[in-house]
């Protein structure tokens, strides 16, 4: 037989809002210290190259087929609604350079962001996390190397760096998915869609966008690199970090796209 | 020498040492036994600084190392090698690697050396040749070895190790248990295990000591233990599920 649940009360309510505020405080605050020791740890990236540039293949070179075929989408995807919203109001001609600085300030940056933030934040959560709980960053303390110093410092960098060159050839891919929907699917000349470009083209939106992604960036790797130290448990514990990396990951990266937003334009 | 003082160490609500006081003399081979979940792995950790006590002294070589800077507890872990439950090898490297990476950090050795260094090794653990393999493809007695090979890499004065024969058939257990007494011999290092398996207690150790409650409640030489009537002890090493551990356990939520 089910006994009736009481409802929670008052105080128990306010009890586990506070008891919740204070758990997002404390995670808030070991972020925050992780990044400090992470900028700090920039003096000894020169002498860890080689784990940059390991890093920067895995994270970086490795995500490219992955973004550049959603590059290509999101590319095709603005130029075709792009003609859906201008046509009876503006003329097609401006196709090209709307879409441009759609996928430029807005689209590339954060779309590729949510694309690192799902394979590059939650492989970082998940590799780090299954380090701390089957002991190997014991192992690294005990052999006298900060795990900080060794596994988030280059990680962190390295994605800081690769994101903006992510971004720049999902740029470029997503112009090209979105001439070709105009030119084959639109019945636009090639001509018609780029001749305007250059009248429009801002230098500072490129800059702007470019910011974004550094952003991102770091933003993706922190989140990767916080949870995965901060793992518990066994394999259910490393599932659970894999996903709040790429949900942390995610909020961030449109909370700060938010604000960024708000300062550049 | 290795000085543990007044130890309080908790996790949440759970208190795991309760003023733990323990002296480890240089070049003695030292047991740590008690049930699981005692606390015994969470003492170990403290040695080395892997885990920072709620209140207390661990003092290595008459220095306490809550008084050191991070870089200063980095200098001190490298006169420690440790062999940890897991192995915990590092899964992206190869065994060499492993082995070699507190000496590719902190030694000036030329690459030459190195791997010079990884073979004897190896060698001192009876695994020459698996240089090349990855840690997914080796035993579980093989992983405890080359963790092992790991701790001793560096020529440290203290080997610790936490569960070494856990989890191994007893003939790999018994080869490890000799492992350990020869590079004590070889070594010249304090050693200090960790452990619930009595069979390599007596043959490893020179001394014993029981964890139970959060505090070293015996010490003794294995022959004292054998002979000791303390009840706690005598149930524990006799392995009787009943008795005084099972009726007056404290050490609770």
Redesign the interface.
């Given at each position: 037989m089910n006994l009736p649940v009481a409802p929670p009360t008052i105080s128990q309510t306010l009890a586990k809002v506070g008891r919740t505020a204070l758990d997002f405080f404390a995670e808030a605050g070991a972020a925050t210290m992780l990044l400090f020791r992470i900028l700090v740890g920039i003096k000894g990236l020169w002498k860890d190259r080689k784990l940059f540039f390991e890093q920067a293949l895995r994270l970086g070179f490795n995500s490219l087929p992955l973004v550049l075929l959603v590059g290509t989408f999101v590319g095709a995807v603005t130029a075709w609604q792009g003609n859906y919203q201008l046509k009876g109001y503006v003329p097609l001609q401006y196709l090209g350079s709307s879409t441009l600085k759609a996928i430029v300030i807005e689209l590339g940056p954060v779309l590729t962001g949510l694309i690192i933030a799902g394979r590059v934040s939650a492989s970082i959560a998940a590799e780090l996390g299954t380090m701390k709980v089957t002991e190997q960053i014991d192992a690294l303390e005990s052999l006298g190397i900060s795990p900080i110093r060794y596994l988030a410092v280059p990680r962190f960098y390295a994605n800081l760096l690769m994101l903006p060159v992510l971004v720049t050839l999902a740029d470029f891919i997503a112009m090209m998915g979105a001439s070709f929907v105009a030119t084959v699917l639109l019945g636009m000349t090639s001509a018609m869609f780029w001749n305007q470009i250059p009248v429009f083209f801002d230098v500072y939106d490129v800059i702007a966008g470019l910011a974004k992604a550094f952003v991102f960036g770091a933003v993706t790797a922190l989140m990767g690199c916080h949870v995965g130290f901060s793992t518990r448990g066994g394999a259910e514990g490393v599932g659970l970090a894999t996903i709040r990396a790429f949900v942390w990951s995610c909020i961030l990266i449109l909370m700060s796209d938010y604000i960024l937003a708000m300062f550049l334009f | 020498m290795i000085e543990v003082q007044n130890l309080y160490k908790s996790f949440g609500d759970k208190s795991v040492l309760r003023g733990t006081n323990l002296t480890i003399d240089k070049g003695e081979s030292l047991a740590i036994i008690g049930q699981s979940g005692c606390g015994k792995s969470v003492l170990l950790?403290h040695f080395?600084g892997?885990l920072q006590p709620d209140s207390g002294d661990v003092i290595i070589e008459g220095e306490n190392i809550w008084n050191l800077s991070?870089a200063q507890l980095?200098?001190i872990?490298?006169k420690?090698?440790?062999v940890?439950?897991?192995a915990?090898?590092?899964?992206s490297m190869m065994v060499a690697e492993n082995i070699s990476?507190?000496l590719r950090?902190?030694s000036s050795m030329s690459g030459g050396e190195i791997d010079k260094r990884v073979k004897e090794c190896l060698a001192m653990v009876n695994l020459s040749g698996i240089e090349n393999l990855k840690p997914a493809e080796l035993s579980g007695g093989m992983k405890k070895r080359v963790g092992l090979a790991?701790a001793i890499a560096?020529k440290p004065d203290y080997v610790l190790y936490d569960e070494p024969t856990t989890g191994l058939d007893p003939i790999s257990a018994d080869a490890i248990n000799d492992l350990i007494i020869r590079l004590n011999e070889q070594l010249d290092v304090t050693t200090v295990v960790v452990t619930h398996d009595m069979v390599s207690v007596y043959k490893v150790s020179d001394r014993i000591v029981m964890l139970h409650d959060g505090e070293i409640i015996f010490s003794g030489t294995p022959a004292e233990t054998r002979e000791t009537d303390n009840g706690i002890v005598r149930q524990f090493i006799e392995g009787r599920a009943e008795g005084p551990i099972t009726t007056t356990s404290t050490l609770t939520s």
């Amino acid at each position: 037989m089910n006994l009736p649940v009481a409802p929670p009360t008052i105080s128990q309510t306010l009890a586990k809002v506070g008891r919740t505020a204070l758990d997002f405080f404390a995670e808030a605050g070991a972020a925050t210290m992780l990044l400090f020791r992470i900028l700090v740890g920039i003096k000894g990236l020169w002498k860890d190259r080689k784990l940059f540039f390991e890093q920067a293949l895995r994270l970086g070179f490795n995500s490219l087929p992955l973004v550049l075929l959603v590059g290509t989408f999101v590319g095709a995807v603005t130029a075709w609604q792009g003609n859906y919203q201008l046509k009876g109001y503006v003329p097609l001609q401006y196709l090209g350079s709307s879409t441009l600085k759609a996928i430029v300030i807005e689209l590339g940056p954060v779309l590729t962001g949510l694309i690192i933030a799902g394979r590059v934040s939650a492989s970082i959560a998940a590799e780090l996390g299954t380090m701390k709980v089957t002991e190997q960053i014991d192992a690294l303390e005990s052999l006298g190397i900060s795990p900080i110093r060794y596994l988030a410092v280059p990680r962190f960098y390295a994605n800081l760096l690769m994101l903006p060159v992510l971004v720049t050839l999902a740029d470029f891919i997503a112009m090209m998915g979105a001439s070709f929907v105009a030119t084959v699917l639109l019945g636009m000349t090639s001509a018609m869609f780029w001749n305007q470009i250059p009248v429009f083209f801002d230098v500072y939106d490129v800059i702007a966008g470019l910011a974004k992604a550094f952003v991102f960036g770091a933003v993706t790797a922190l989140m990767g690199c916080h949870v995965g130290f901060s793992t518990r448990g066994g394999a259910e514990g490393v599932g659970l970090a894999t996903i709040r990396a790429f949900v942390w990951s995610c909020i961030l990266i449109l909370m700060s796209d938010y604000i960024l937003a708000m300062f550049l334009f | 020498m290795i000085e543990v003082q007044n130890l309080y160490k908790s996790f949440g609500d759970k208190s795991v040492l309760r003023g733990t006081n323990l002296t480890i003399d240089k070049g003695e081979s030292l047991a740590i036994i008690g049930q699981s979940g005692c606390g015994k792995s969470v003492l170990l950790k403290h040695f080395i600084g892997l885990l920072q006590p709620d209140s207390g002294d661990v003092i290595i070589e008459g220095e306490n190392i809550w008084n050191l800077s991070q870089a200063q507890l980095y200098k001190i872990r490298q006169k420690f090698g440790i062999v940890f439950q897991s192995a915990a090898l590092f899964d992206s490297m190869m065994v060499a690697e492993n082995i070699s990476l507190g000496l590719r950090e902190h030694s000036s050795m030329s690459g030459g050396e190195i791997d010079k260094r990884v073979k004897e090794c190896l060698a001192m653990v009876n695994l020459s040749g698996i240089e090349n393999l990855k840690p997914a493809e080796l035993s579980g007695g093989m992983k405890k070895r080359v963790g092992l090979a790991r701790a001793i890499a560096m020529k440290p004065d203290y080997v610790l190790y936490d569960e070494p024969t856990t989890g191994l058939d007893p003939i790999s257990a018994d080869a490890i248990n000799d492992l350990i007494i020869r590079l004590n011999e070889q070594l010249d290092v304090t050693t200090v295990v960790v452990t619930h398996d009595m069979v390599s207690v007596y043959k490893v150790s020179d001394r014993i000591v029981m964890l139970h409650d959060g505090e070293i409640i015996f010490s003794g030489t294995p022959a004292e233990t054998r002979e000791t009537d303390n009840g706690i002890v005598r149930q524990f090493i006799e392995g009787r599920a009943e008795g005084p551990i099972t009726t007056t356990s404290t050490l609770t939520s």
